[in-house]
């Protein structure tokens, strides 16, 4: 395996130090985009002078070839001891060298592995966050298709896990359509700020060589040319910020994921998932369990940790390069495979998943606030009417009774005769609602409507 340093080492490389060191096992996934950024490294060399064109077509042969091998699974090769390549760079070079000899041992000119890195990675983080927000907007779709299907059914809003107010189910699952709507926002900021390409910073202070990294940067695609180059091989905040708004949106998902754990119970029976989405019991014959939403829960986790990693790692090292940055990659990957595995999940189950208004509850209250609303309407003081009613609401308790039965001459005593006995219903307390972004059904539809054109832009 050709080496890209050792000139001025006289002894070899611990074989287990090889082994501990080598970062191949997980970024190999980077071989695609190393050769991409291969390519436009050898255009710069040649406009600088440095490859004639016979060299460049060789190259421009050679880098066909790996990336035919790369799509057929057979490149990078699997090796073991002295054939072990430190890292996916060195066995894209070491390959060009087989296929194109002395030529291939030219590319590296004016180019560093700590500029070639984060190169690579910035490209593969461009396709990678796009891959992301693509699921995430499946996810949304599922969500808007669901409450469309079911956009009449009534359950109920939660504070501090009690029954607080009566909703649509469609305004309910429009409320995790709306964080996630932010989530692609966050990724789409992010990808935007890590838009600026390195390659041309060297191992931390450029290179002699007049190399035209504009131009480079035109080649991969890049908005603009990362302005100095120990910031350009050294930070990774593009890494903290791509984890951080991959663990908000599986704070997200996690939250929705839990409340599907809570509505597929027999306590709450408001979802029952297709079978295809609930695993068994090795003990228990009648569970139907909801592990697809489980582990979104505990990927959650996960992904929280590789973010303090992140953090840990970068906040104490001096610039520019160190070795400690490649512990940083298998944590950005696992994020991002975890985040995109759990919004297809996700969506994959909510799809087919059907939904139920929960049982009646003969001792409902969920409409008290609406009765104290109706008081404020009568000229009555909020907080006096939130008291009146609040007595209402303990009577009727006492008696093993909801609000709908309460008696004419109990909604007079506090105000309220002549009501309009439909306001004690958990419809009637939907269709009371005026306000914007409210669960009225009127409001429900427009909601419905604009958010599917969101989840198309």
């Given at each position: 395996?050709?080496?890209?340093?050792?000139?001025?080492?006289?002894?070899?490389?611990?074989?287990?130090?090889?082994?501990?060191?080598?970062?191949?096992?997980?970024?190999?996934?980077?071989?695609?985009?190393?050769?991409?950024?291969?390519?436009?490294?050898?255009?710069?060399?040649?406009?600088?002078?440095?490859?004639?064109?016979?060299?460049?077509?060789?190259?421009?042969?050679?880098?066909?070839?790996i990336?035919?091998?790369?799509?057929?699974?057979?490149?990078?090769?699997?090796?073991?001891?002295?054939?072990?390549?430190?890292?996916?760079?060195?066995?894209?070079?070491?390959r060009?060298?087989?296929?194109?000899?002395?030529?291939?041992?030219?590319?590296?000119?004016?180019?560093s592995?700590?500029?070639?890195?984060?190169?690579?990675?910035?490209?593969?983080?461009?396709?990678?966050?796009?891959?992301?927000?693509?699921?995430?907007?499946?996810?949304?779709?599922?969500?808007?298709?669901?409450?469309?299907?079911?956009?009449?059914?009534?359950?109920?809003?939660?504070?501090?896990?009690?029954?607080a107010?009566?909703?649509?189910?469609?305004?309910?699952?429009?409320?995790h359509?709306?964080?996630?709507?932010?989530?692609?926002?966050?990724?789409?900021?992010?990808?935007?700020?890590?838009?600026?390409?390195?390659?041309?910073?060297?191992?931390?202070?450029?290179?002699s060589?007049?190399?035209?990294?504009?131009?480079?940067?035109?080649?991969?695609?890049?908005?603009?040319?990362?302005e100095?180059?120990l910031?350009?091989?050294?930070?990774?905040?593009?890494?903290?910020?791509?984890?951080?708004?991959?663990?908000?949106?599986?704070?997200?998902?996690?939250?929705?994921?839990?409340?599907?754990?809570?509505?597929?119970?027999?306590?709450?029976?408001?979802v029952?998932?297709?079978?295809a989405?609930?695993t068994?019991s090795?003990?228990?014959?009648?569970?139907?369990?909801?592990?697809?939403?489980?582990?979104?829960?505990?990927k959650?986790?996960?992904?929280?940790?590789?973010?303090?990693?992140?953090?840990?790692?970068?906040?104490?090292?001096?610039?520019?390069?160190?070795?400690?940055?490649?512990?940083?990659?298998?944590?950005?990957?696992d994020?991002?495979?975890?985040?995109?595995?759990?919004?297809?999940?996700?969506?994959?189950?909510?799809?087919?998943?059907?939904?139920?208004?929960?049982a009646?509850?003969?001792?409902?209250?969920?409409?008290a606030?609406?009765?104290?609303?109706?008081?404020?309407?009568?000229?009555?003081?909020?907080?006096?009417?939130?008291?009146r009613?609040?007595?209402?609401?303990?009577?009727?308790?006492?008696?093993?009774?909801?609000?709908?039965?309460a008696?004419?001459?109990?909604?007079?005593?506090?105000?309220?005769?002549?009501?309009?006995?439909?306001?004690?219903?958990?419809?009637?307390?939907?269709?009371?609602?005026?306000?914007?972004?409210?669960?009225?059904?009127?409001?429900?539809?427009?909601?419905?409507?604009?958010a599917?054109e969101?989840?198309?832009?």
């Amino acid at each position: 395996m050709t080496k890209l340093w050792g000139g001025r080492f006289t002894g070899e490389l611990d074989a287990e130090l090889r082994r501990f060191s080598s970062s191949l096992p997980f970024d190999r996934r980077l071989a695609a985009f190393d050769v991409q950024g291969g390519r436009a490294h050898a255009a710069a060399l040649r406009d600088a002078g440095v490859l004639d064109e016979d060299e460049m077509r060789a190259l421009a042969t050679a880098f066909d070839r790996i990336e035919e091998e790369i799509a057929a699974g057979t490149f990078p090769p699997q090796a073991e001891g002295d054939e072990l390549p430190e890292d996916v760079h060195s066995a894209v070079e070491a390959r060009l060298v087989e296929l194109c000899g002395e030529t291939g041992r030219r590319i590296h000119a004016g180019r560093s592995r700590n500029d070639q890195v984060v190169t690579d990675l910035l490209l593969w983080l461009r396709e990678k966050s796009e891959r992301v927000e693509s699921e995430i907007r499946e996810l949304q779709f599922a969500l808007v298709d669901a409450a469309e299907a079911h956009e009449s059914v009534v359950i109920f809003a939660y504070t501090h896990l009690q029954r607080a107010q009566p909703v649509l189910l469609a305004h309910h699952l429009l409320a995790h359509f709306e964080a996630l709507d932010r989530d692609v926002d966050r990724l789409r900021d992010a990808r935007s700020r890590a838009d600026r390409c390195p390659l041309g910073a060297g191992a931390c202070a450029g290179s002699s060589l007049p190399l035209d990294r504009g131009r480079t940067a035109e080649r991969l695609g890049f908005a603009r040319v990362a302005e100095n180059s120990l910031d350009a091989v050294s930070d990774r905040d593009w890494a903290l910020e791509f984890v951080s708004a991959c663990a908000i949106a599986l704070d997200h998902m996690s939250r929705l994921a839990e409340e599907i754990v809570l509505w597929s119970s027999g306590e709450f029976g408001i979802v029952t998932l297709d079978d295809a989405w609930c695993t068994g019991s090795s003990m228990l014959p009648q569970k139907r369990n909801p592990d697809v939403a489980e582990l979104v829960r505990g990927k959650a986790a996960r992904v929280h940790g590789h973010l303090m990693a992140l953090h840990s790692l970068i906040k104490g090292m001096p610039l520019a390069y160190n070795r400690d940055l490649q512990e940083g990659q298998e944590p950005l990957f696992d994020a991002a495979d975890a985040t995109e595995g759990c919004a297809r999940m996700l969506a994959g189950a909510i799809a087919s998943a059907v939904f139920h208004e929960p049982a009646a509850d003969a001792a409902d209250m969920s409409a008290a606030t609406d009765l104290a609303e109706e008081l404020v309407r009568r000229r009555v003081p909020f907080r006096e009417a939130h008291e009146r009613v609040g007595r209402l609401v303990a009577a009727c308790e006492a008696g093993g009774r909801g609000l709908a039965d309460a008696t004419d001459e109990e909604l007079a005593a506090i105000g309220l005769a002549d009501l309009d006995r439909e306001l004690l219903t958990a419809r009637g307390s939907i269709a009371a609602k005026k306000t914007f972004g409210s669960t009225a059904p009127a409001e429900v539809a427009r909601a419905l409507a604009t958010a599917r054109e969101r989840a198309e832009s």
